[in-house]
């Protein structure tokens, strides 16, 4: 994909999302370590699709693949 510019409250609010997005991963990360039921499993699938469907919405809004960064 072609890099776009963007203004500086678009780069904030894409900084922001990506760490919010970030947080979430991690947070589920952790709780895959923690012994569950078949509910909190499927829980925790749900929480991680609604993650991914953030991470695919911030990707096509901003034109780019998010960063590490």
Known sequence: M???NL???QAALQALALRQL???FDT???L???PATQADREALAD???LVER???CLRDWFGTEPSDD
Do not use: H, N, S
Request: aromatic share 0%.
């Open 7 to 9: 203004t500086p409250e």
């Open 32 to 34: 895959r370590t923690i």
């Open 2 to 4: 072609t890099a776009i």
């Open 22 to 24: 970030k947080a979430a």
């Open 28 to 30: 589920l990360e952790r």
């Open 54 to 56: 953030g991470t695919d």
């Open 47 to 49: 929480a991680a699709e």
